[in-house]
């Protein structure tokens, strides 16, 4: 599904996520243009996160609308799911890899969503040999090349989360969203996993949260800072200095106002759903 010129990757409207009778998430109004790489900072707690599972379809709204790639998710079917998955490349904490398979089968997954590649490659391990090639591109340009072989269940932290980046670059999708891609990291292997991101996100929309502000640079045009569930600042990066930051995490030190509801409510807006069901992407 292509978006219009002038049709926003991300759409939302008067957005509220709860959990527990308390609000997570509260957004009037927020929209990403196509193609921008938007950084999402603020403290613990801020709903950052949240923000990254509402649009990847994992944290169900207690109200408002949201459209990602020209899709509603109100009106969604089973079919218009899958179709959003497959365009949706996703590095969220948690990182899923099967732990059976090897590096290499775990990238080459990400193919699955392209066009023509269906899920019975997965089951047979057998892939194109031209496809083989590009994921072991992937794993070596994050310094991985000699481990393509081990399964996934004996790769230490950082290890999973680089075959998670290759995975994404294999899958080319249209938005990518980033929990904190380089949190298991080293110095020298985060700025290889920046450079991977970018890769993967080259010509289309990319939401990280971020939490070194040296990263912002690598990582963002804009930014967003996020605390008490609502946005503070929406700035371009060059408009975002160490003393806005600073206020931003200070501000996790005053209680939040308006984050919590009545507990009758809470029956009616439930809050994160545990999770949907997982579709097939053939």
């Given at each position: ?11 939302i ?18 929209q ?76 080459l ?16 391990r057998?892939?194109?040999?031209a ?13 991985m ?24 670059q294999?899958?080319?999708?249209r ?21 991977a ?31 008490a ?10 408009a ?13 030190d ?10 009758g409510?809470a ?5 994160i ?10």
């Amino acid at each position: 599904m292509s978006l219009a010129p002038d049709e926003p990757a991300v759409r939302i409207t008067d957005l509220a996520v709860v959990a527990d009778c308390r609000v997570l998430l509260q957004l009037p109004r927020l929209q990403i243009a196509s193609g921008e790489q938007v950084a999402i900072v603020g403290p613990n707690g801020a709903g950052k996160s949240t923000l990254l599972r509402v649009l990847g379809g994992f944290a169900r709204p207690a109200r408002g609308e949201v459209e990602v790639l020209g899709r509603r998710f109100h009106s969604l079917d089973r079919v218009g799911w899958q179709q959003l998955r497959r365009e949706t490349g996703q590095l969220l904490q948690g990182l899923h890899l099967v732990p059976r398979l090897t590096a290499r089968e775990n990238v080459l997954i990400g193919a699955l969503a392209r066009p023509g590649l269906s899920a019975w490659r997965s089951w047979t391990r057998c892939f194109p040999a031209a496809l083989v090639d590009e994921a072991d591109a992937a794993l070596d340009a994050l310094g991985m090349s000699a481990m393509r072989h081990l399964r996934a269940d004996r790769l230490s932290g950082g290890e999973r989360q680089k075959v998670g980046l290759a995975r994404l670059q294999l899958q080319r999708p249209r938005l990518v969203l980033a929990d904190e891609p380089t949190a298991a990291l080293d110095p020298a292997a985060t700025a290889l996993a920046c450079a991977a991101l970018r890769r993967s996100a080259a010509g289309a929309t990319l939401l990280t949260v971020v939490h070194q502000p040296s990263l912002l640079p690598l990582l963002a045009t804009r930014v967003i800072g996020l605390a008490a569930g609502q946005i503070v600042f929406d700035r371009p990066l060059a408009a975002v200095d160490a003393l806005l930051l600073d206020a931003l995490y200070a501000s996790s030190d005053r209680p939040p106002s308006g984050t919590t509801i009545e507990p009758g409510q809470a029956d009616r807006e439930r809050g994160i759903a545990s999770a949907r069901p997982r579709l097939s992407t053939s």
